[in-house]
């Protein structure tokens, strides 16, 4: 049931099925329109369709069980049942279940199994989970994060959440540092300095920038971030550099441009065979 990783970057594909999500909220909120973008970003090369049905950008507000099963029980059912790896991004043990007996592999939880009845549905169906670390929720999370240490401070969170997924019987588990989840600029900035701390767990880590707010704030010549299209070459940077420090999954939005990227990187480091 759960999901084997690649010998070289993973390239996880987002899918966000919302009418509210930062970057492309309401793109896909037909089913039909949602799996042909599930399609095209494994065309593009995505080894993993994250499909999300409730929005966690800064702010945003809660949705019910109900709701989110309706928008992504579809999607994944119809890409899963075309052999597509698919992930359920949500925080709701209940939907994730839903999602796994469509067909998902991957439950990519931003609360890091916070709740034990998720912990209880990544044990008994063998998935694989991704725990992500984020300081407070959703709707309050940007208002004041403070850390002592950001790195060691979520390095030691993540241990922890592991500890407790493990005992609880989740088998095969990823880690996620959170980018921009209760975090502001230099707090990302310092997370993504500090990837091989995280990569030195020996738990495969799993990095999403993909169009952050950081990045807009980087490259704007104003006070306010830049627009989505101004954030792409900053989100392709990022990437390599989390990959280049160790990083096994990428997730992001534009899977080809991200790969030609690396690819490039890849190049330049290693030579040309």
Aim: glycine share 10%.
């Amino acid at each position: 049931m759960s999901f084997v990783l690649p010998s070289g970057p993973c390239w996880m594909g987002v899918l966000n099925v919302t009418p509210d999500s930062f970057s492309d909220g309401g793109n896909y909120l037909d089913a039909s329109r949602a799996i042909e973008r599930g399609l095209a970003l494994v065309e593009d090369g995505a080894h993993l369709v994250d499909v999300g049905g409730e929005s966690t950008r800064p702010g945003a507000e809660p949705v019910q069980e109900q709701d989110e099963i309706r928008r992504v029980l579809p999607v994944v059912s119809a890409l899963a049942e075309q052999g597509i790896a698919v992930s359920i991004d949500t925080m709701k043990p209940v939907v994730a279940r839903e999602a796994i007996a469509a067909g998902a592999k991957v439950v990519n939880d931003v609360t890091a199994l916070r709740d034990p009845a998720m912990r209880a549905v990544c044990a008994e169906t063998g998935v694989t989970a991704c725990l992500m670390h984020m300081q407070g929720e959703p709707r309050t999370m940007q208002s004041s994060p403070t850390y002592t240490d950001v790195v060691s401070d979520v390095h030691k969170s993540l241990v922890e959440s592991v500890r407790v997924a493990k005992e609880d019987g989740v088998r095969k588990v990823w880690i996620d540092p959170g980018i921009g989840f209760g975090k502001n600029l230099q707090h990302n900035l310092s997370l993504l300095r500090g990837i091989n701390q995280f990569v030195a767990t020996g738990l495969p880590v799993l990095v999403g920038v993909s169009r952050k707010s950081f990045i807009g704030r980087l490259v704007s010549d104003t006070d306010e971030p830049a627009p989505l299209e101004r954030r792409e070459e900053g989100t392709y940077t990022a990437g390599v550099w989390a990959l280049s420090q160790g990083a096994r999954i990428l997730r992001v939005h534009n899977v080809a441009a991200q790969r030609r990227a690396w690819t490039m990187w890849e190049a330049i480091g290693r030579g040309i065979k």
